[in-house]
């Protein structure tokens, strides 16, 4: 019986298959339009470059918080087309360039996207690099692997691509890092690729001075002695002042003494380390692109901290 019934069935092969094909396309638009309905999500309009997004949510964490979701605006074009994103560990960074890679993927597999509004351009590529990885059996350390990864990215982005990288440059020195950020942003910039770039390193945020079309943002929080640190996962304009590193990690269980002798450590570090921080800044300067009144504006500024400091 079983025979017969393949043998039958062997002359509707292609119909079939067809049929399957349809059923199976038929499912995934389903699901998509019964979750736009269940979830409150908008119709995309398809623009010709510019990306807006208005109260963006991301899908996945904001049903694993139970809505309490903080959405989010973005926006993205022409005269901004690079977002240099700071703030704390924890306040949202990684979230929000995840959600805007999702909208987009979204949008362009045509479904309706977790926003209030969104107007979205077709992308050649979404290229993302975000969390850390090794590949120690093929010889490969964390950093290599995030170098690779990041080869591919900038050898790949064109001007019609989206582009979501996370802490570029951690595995390595500070100095080394940070030099392979600024390059890698500044490569990025000239692509005209729309990206978005979280990071730890507060001296990039001096590249929105020089670079047109870069924008500064940062993630909001608060640190207050009684209630210690507020996360509000709101993304605004303007640079962040610190990452609160310290107090994360006693967010996350580090032992008192531990988190309170890093706290004196940074202190110290803070207050007797101002020319370590002007070697820093010092190393990361592009000679070649920078004003006179720039240079004489940083050395200004570095005169200042130095007299602070020694007046402390």
């Excluded at 979701?69 to 960074?93: I, W």
Aim: with cysteine.
């Amino acid at each position: 019986m079983f025979t017969e019934l393949r043998d039958g069935l062997a002359g509707h092969a292609e119909a079939l298959a067809e049929a399957a094909g349809a059923l199976a396309d038929l499912d995934v638009l389903a699901a998509l339009a019964e979750i736009a309905v269940e979830c409150g999500w908008v119709r995309p309009r398809t623009s010709g470059g510019a990306a807006r997004l208005s109260q963006a949510r991301h899908p996945v964490v904001e049903r694993a918080t139970g809505g309490r979701f903080v959405p989010n605006d973005a926006d993205l074009g022409p005269s901004r087309h690079t977002l240099l994103l700071t703030g704390p560990n924890m306040a949202g960074k990684s979230t929000y360039l995840r959600t805007v890679a999702l909208c987009a993927l979204l949008h362009q597999v045509g479904s309706f996207v977790p926003a209030d509004h969104a107007e979205l351009p077709v992308y050649d590529a979404i290229h993302t690099r975000i969390g850390a990885s090794d590949d120690l059996a093929g010889g490969r350390s964390t950093f290599m692997v995030e170098m690779s990864e990041l080869a591919t990215i900038l050898h790949g982005a064109t001007h019609r691509s989206l582009v979501i990288l996370d802490e570029v440059g951690r595995g390595t020195s500070t100095l080394d890092g940070l030099a392979i950020a600024q390059a890698a942003l500044e490569h990025l910039h000239a692509t005209g690729a729309h990206t978005l770039f979280a990071t730890h390193y507060f001296e990039l945020t001096r590249l929105e001075a020089d670079l047109p079309g870069l924008v500064n943002l940062h993630v909001a929080a608060e640190e207050d002695e009684a209630s210690g640190l507020t996360f509000y996962h709101q993304v605004i304009p303007g640079a962040a002042r610190q990452s609160y590193g310290v107090e994360v990690a006693r967010l996350a269980g580090l032992p008192a003494p531990v988190t309170s002798r890093a706290a004196r450590l940074l202190t110290a570090l803070n207050s007797g380390g101002d020319d370590r921080k002007l070697t820093r800044e010092l190393a990361a300067l592009d000679l070649g692109r920078l004003t006179p009144m720039a240079a004489l504006e940083l050395l200004h500024r570095w005169q200042g901290e130095l007299r602070g400091g020694a007046e402390e």
